[in-house]
């Protein structure tokens, strides 16, 4: 094996462990019954993927690092949504319908005048 091999193949291993770590950490996967439920798993493994990637390539401040981290966060507390595509992806605020204020009904029931006495 040569050198360069062997530190690309270190490399995908800490980065699998790395990923592997946050989600254990965050108890991401459960397990009900023989079921094993992952939900958001695929897609904060692909964020985890690119930003360890960025990182390992010194393209990646500790500040942008702590930005999507906060947003990984976010995400699994489903405030935004992360939509995957080409490479890069994009943050979707998703709203809830609760929060939305309700249309108001206006009266349709007219009251009748009073009689004089």
Known sequence: MTGEHET???SDEQRR???LDFIR????ITVEDNLILSQKVFV???VLKWCYEKAHQKKMTPTLWGKYKKMIAQYIAGVVEI???D???EIIEVTDESDKPKPRRR???RTKPR???
Not at 25 to 28: F, G, I, N, P, T
């Open 8 to 10: 690309t193949r270190t």
């Open 17 to 19: 462990e790395f990923v």
């Open 25 to 28: 950490q965050r108890s991401l």
């Open 44 to 46: 904060i493994n692909a």
């Open 83 to 85: 939509k995957w595509t």
């Open 87 to 89: 490479n890069n992806f």
């Open 107 to 109: 009266s349709t029931r």
């Open 115 to 117: 009689k004089p006495k």
